[in-house]
């Protein structure tokens, strides 16, 4: 993800910084403890798709719905 762009996200909740986990394709929000996925190269910033950083990334990966 560009650097320009990351300096300018915050967390949608508190409007703390984003880390960009590189390995699960997230940008992670340490206050709140979500993790926000990142797909197609567009950060989905909405908290009902962010996954708590407690659980493992492949838990609450959204399911394959074109099977």
Known sequence: M???LMDLLVCPLCKGPLAHDHA???LVCK?????FPIRDGI??????????????AA???P???SS
């Not at 950060?43 to 708590?52: F, G, P």
Request: charged content about 30%.
């Open 31 to 35: 206050a709140d403890r979500l993790a």
């Open 43 to 56: 950060a989905v910033m909405l908290e009902s798709q962010a996954r708590s950083i407690d659980q493992p």
């Open 63 to 65: 399911a394959d719905l």
């Open 24 to 26: 699960t394709h997230e």
């Open 2 to 4: 560009d650097t320009r």
């Open 59 to 61: 838990e609450s990966a």
